[in-house]
Structure formats: C-alpha cells, structure tokens
C-alpha cells in the first residue's frame, strides 16, 4: 500500500474551513483515499473515501487532484468538537483484509 | 445496534501474567481486527479475521493470540505479559464498503 505525508499538526479558527493535505505520490491506480479521524481516547471514526472524483458527505469533502498524487480534506465548518488526528490513508479495497496502515496523522486544533 | 464493544476498558497486569481481551460486534460483519496505539503514534495492525473460524498476522502479531469461534466475537490473548505490551488496544470490523468501525479501546499497563 502508498505511503502518505501529512503535516504533523495544524490550527483552524472556529467556523472557519479545515483544509488538511495528504501527499501520495506513490499511489497505485487502484487504491483509494480514506480519511478517518481520532478523537482523544477514542477509537477512529470514519471520514470519507474516494478514488478519483471528488466526494462530498454530512462531515466532509475530499478533494483529490487529477494526478491523485495529494488529496486534501475540507471541514467547511470546524467546531471545537473537530479537534482530533486527522489520519488520511490509501490502500486497495480488496479481499485480503484491507489492512489499514495509519501513519502520523494530523493534530488539528479548532481554537476559539 | 451497540456497534462495536470491548471488554474490559481497562486492565492492570503484572508480568508474566495472562489474559483475554473481548470484542463483540452486532452488525453481522465478516472481517474483524485488533490494532495496538502506543502513546502519540498511530494504530498497528496485531491479527485480523477474514471470518468465523479464520485469523491471519498483522503487523506486530508476536506476544499475541486469537480465536474467532463465532462470527460476533473476536478475542485477543496475551499469554505471558510484557511491559512493552502497555497500549491502548482497538478492535474494529469491516462493513461491505470496506469502511471500518472501531471500539472505545482497552488501556492496558503491564508492570
């Protein structure tokens, strides 16, 4: 599976958007993009996926570019309560396992 | 549906000894896993199951064991305590869209 960088923490202004990046350069045509978060102490929670269009949910949308070599994540409106590890992975949606391999992830704080 | 459960939610061991961790699922799902987070790190996968009556090594699957005797339930065992197994750990099952729900987490201290 593509390893992913992201930016190890960032800051976002209440009611302000939360646009975080991953890079994946070496991802593969038939991987694709999951976002899940991690709110202190808590077990991860599911975000979004995408491929290669753009997606849009009740949390989030993703936006990955036409090389799908980086996608970035969009809170439109971060609350306090977004404040999490924001962990963007790639891996292949196939029958053996579909192991997830979480990297760093990003800290984002939603300050008042 | 309660989702994903563990037992229990925290637990204290010395060295040397053993114990089971129980993770429970209601959403009839055939895939299930156990991760590990050690402090300010990301989750690493232990063993998973592709289904009842099937486990398979993760990442870090030494010091670990499994059984998947019914679909619901998947159990982690630790036979003999180290202190480097001190973590937080994760079970999570995978629902047909390959998206994964994750319990609250077991804090276990080995000293």
């Known amino acids: 599976d593509a390893k992913t960088t992201q930016p190890t923490s960032m800051d976002c202004a209440e009611g302000r958007a939360a646009n975080l990046p991953c890079n994946h350069s070496t991802i593969s045509g038939n991987e694709y993009v999951y976002w899940y978060r991690q709110i202190h102490s808590q077990g991860p929670q599911y975000i979004i996926h995408g491929l290669k269009n753009n997606e849009t949910n009740e949390m989030a949308s993703l936006i990955i570019t036409e090389d799908r070599k980086s996608s970035t994540l969009i809170l439109p409106h971060a609350t306090l309560r977004d404040t999490a590890v924001y962990y963007c992975i790639v891996f292949m949606n196939n029958n053996a396992g579909n192991m997830l391999t979480f990297g760093g992830g990003t800290r984002l704080m939603v300050k008042p | 549906n309660a989702g994903v459960t563990q037992t229990p939610k925290f637990r204290v061991l010395k060295t040397g000894q053993s114990m089971t961790l129980l993770c429970a699922q209601d959403?009839?799902?055939?895939?299930m896993y156990w991760y590990r987070q050690d402090p300010g790190m990301g989750l690493r996968l232990i063993h998973y199951s592709v289904g009842e009556g099937t486990t398979a090594k993760g990442e870090v699957p030494d010091g670990y064991n499994v059984s998947r005797l019914k679909k619901q339930n998947f159990l982690l065992g630790l036979e003999s305590a180290a202190p480097s197994q001190t973590s937080v750990y994760f079970c999570?099952?995978?629902?047909?869209?390959?998206?994964?729900?994750f319990g609250p987490g077991t804090r276990l201290t080995v000293t």
């Open positions: 959403m009839n799902h055939e895939y």
């Open positions: 999570a099952s995978r629902d047909p869209t390959y998206e994964q729900y």
